[in-house]
C-alpha cells in the first residue's frame, strides 16, 4: 500500500490488482472471520476492492442482491 495524499494510505483491489482510487463508491472493504461463530465480528483479516471488480465475480443471484444496495 502507498501513501496518498487525500487519504492517507492506497489500497489495491483484491481482484484485478490495481489501486483503487477514493471515490463516492470505491473502495469497498472485504472483512474474512476465519473459523466464524455466530456473533463472531470482527474480521481476522480485511481486503479492499472496487466495487465494479467484487460485483463481477459474485454469483449472478448475489450480484442482483448485492447490486441492489
Do not use: K
Amino acid at each position: 500500500m502507498a501513501e496518498s495524499a487525500d487519504h492517507g494510505v492506497q489500497v489495491s483491489c483484491a481482484f484485478c490488482g490495481e489501486g483503487v482510487q477514493y471515490t463516492d463508491e470505491d473502495p469497498i472493504a472485504l472483512g474474512i472471520v476465519e473459523h466464524w461463530r455466530p456473533y463472531d465480528e470482527q474480521p481476522d483479516r480485511t481486503f479492499y476492492a472496487h466495487r465494479g471488480c467484487f460485483a463481477a465475480n459474485l454469483h449472478p443471484e448475489l450480484r442482483e442482491l448485492f447490486e441492489e444496495h
